[in-house]
């Protein structure tokens, strides 16, 4: 049976932990198109480079091929479950997304919006960065990977809530009460 999850939320919010766990429990397939960019890459697919070319060349990869990216992928499984972390990114994304599914016959099944104030956020990616040694995220790269949400990422709210799949979680406690949390509103 087909289960298709799309997580939205701002950097931060804590979306990718909570999408390892529930998708190690419901066995379900976490897509990370970064990772898929990645990995026809380093096979040296056709995509993979076209995808080098554009990178090389600074542009971002289109639309189109992430799209061609999620179907090769979703395409090869018997049946579709699989949660969407960091996509779609924008509103022409979730439209793309949509023709896609609806032409494999999987709809969405849920989209959790994990709330969390901003002040939060920006001491939570912070603090990551502090302990992961990430140093690209400084509080100027905070504020624009914020900013880019608020743009282009926050639509998706009201693009999805109409629909009446969007769950709103609240983001703060503890991973466990969080997850608490999620697994009540999938």
């Known amino acids: 049976m087909h289960k298709v999850i799309i997580f939205l939320g701002p950097p931060g919010a804590g979306k990718g932990t909570q999408a390892k766990h529930l998708a190690s429990e419901l066995e379900l397939?976490?897509?990370?198109?970064?990772?898929?960019l990645r990995d026809h890459m380093a096979r040296g697919t056709e995509l993979g480079q076209q995808i080098k070319e554009i990178q090389n060349s600074g542009r971002l990869v289109s639309n189109e091929i992430v799209v061609a990216l999620i179907r090769d992928k979703l395409s090869a499984m018997e049946s579709i479950r699989v949660i969407f972390d960091g996509f779609p990114r924008t509103i022409a994304q979730a439209q793309a997304l949509d023709v896609l599914l609806e032409e494999l016959s999987a709809p969405i099944s849920s989209v959790p919006l994990f709330e969390v104030p901003e002040a939060?956020?920006?001491q939570r990616i912070l603090d990551r960065a502090a302990k992961e040694?990430?140093?690209?995220?400084t509080p100027e790269v905070v504020e624009k990977r914020l900013q880019v949400y608020r743009d282009e990422t926050a639509p998706l709210i009201g693009y999805y809530e109409p629909r009446g799949n969007l769950k709103r979680i609240d983001a703060l406690g503890t991973t466990d009460e969080v997850y608490a949390r999620l697994r009540a509103v999938i």
């Open 29 to 36: 397939v976490q897509l990370s198109t970064g990772d898929m």
């Open 120 to 122: 939060i956020l920006r």
């Open 133 to 137: 040694n990430r140093a690209d995220d």
